[in-house]
């Protein structure tokens, strides 16, 4: 971490990053690392030895201030309380050295510390299915127990976010954010691909209003005649296609995935389409509605008036 500071400052200034969690930063009681306009937080592993570790970098003109961090061979993680417009929440960067198995209870006693509303990222070294692992361990499964039993949300993107130098061994994703009280509308993930890590970073937009999201691409709508695309393939598939090479196989493919995309395009009336009206309406403004709901509901059984 200390021979990648000029590049982690290029990082946060091209990025305009307000909050950087690290995981494996690599320091120690006595490591002294400052960045111009931003505080800096780090919790090292308890047997205080250059290994494992979290920090986190926070802008200093976010209000904020530090909580106790955890500090276990297990899990190590730095945590802060910030005052956001309208609400705070807790931020922590976790690591969580691969060789420790952890169980479902564990977890649950960590979630428990940043509070109701937060969200806790950096190398888990949990792997699931369910937030775009490759494949699913011990220590995925227990931990999808704790979240599942206490409601938590998980943020990722599904794409591989560690890329081993081994050769022997796969990309597969072991960095991701699990959150709580943090409506899911508003946040926005993507990876990032500044740095040299072999980890790639991923950067969380958390915005007080919802997000509009791009809606995924589709081939057909409902407007597709099925008839239609039936007998567009009928006619137009050569089934005399040579397959003996890898080459062969590599084209055969091509030409099928070609056909069906001309299909459903001839298939499919050209018609033009508005996108869905997404409220983004300010949180505080939700919360009167909300509470304004409430009220009626109150009036419309009681005939108390109940205030606002």
Request: aromatic share 10%; charged share 20%; proline share 7%.
């Amino acid at each position: 971490m200390l021979n990648h500071k000029q590049e982690v400052i290029t990082f946060l200034n091209i990025n305009k990053i307000d909050i950087l969690l690290i995981s494996e930063s690599h320091f120690t009681n006595l490591t002294v690392f400052k960045i111009p306009q931003y505080n800096v937080y780090n919790t090292p592993h308890p047997d205080a030895t250059a290994h494992g570790d979290t920090t986190l970098i926070i802008r200093k003109t976010i209000s904020h201030y530090e909580l106790p961090s955890y500090q276990t061979n297990k899990i190590q993680a730095t945590v802060v309380e910030v005052k956001a417009i309208f609400w705070r929440f807790t931020v922590a960067a976790i690591y969580s050295p691969p060789r420790h198995n952890i169980s479902t209870d564990e977890y649950k006693v960590f979630l428990q510390t940043p509070g109701n509303r937060f969200i806790v990222g950096g190398d888990w070294n949990a792997k699931h299915t369910q937030w775009g692992s490759r494949l699913t361990t011990t220590k995925g499964r227990n931990l999808w127990r704790a979240m599942s039993d206490r409601n938590y949300d998980y943020i990722s993107n599904g794409a591989p976010t560690y890329w081993p130098t081994d050769p022997r061994k796969l990309p597969d994703l072991l960095d991701f954010f699990v959150s709580h009280g943090l409506p899911r509308n508003n946040c926005q993930i993507h990876s990032n691909y500044d740095l040299s890590s072999d980890h790639t970073p991923v950067i969380v937009s958390l915005s007080t209003a919802a997000i509009d999201k791009p809606l995924p691409p589709k081939l057909t709508t409902r407007n597709t005649d099925w008839n239609t695309f039936r007998h567009y393939l009928e006619e137009n598939t050569n089934l005399n296609i040579r397959l003996k090479s890898p080459t062969d196989l590599d084209q055969a493919a091509h030409y099928f995935t070609t056909l069906v995309q001309k299909a459903a395009w001839s298939s499919t009336l050209a018609k033009e389409q508005q996108p869905p009206f997404i409220p983004n309406t300010p949180l505080h403004i939700r919360q009167l509605v909300a509470a304004k709901r409430r009220a009626r509901r109150v009036w419309q059984r009681s005939r108390h008036a109940v205030p606002v």
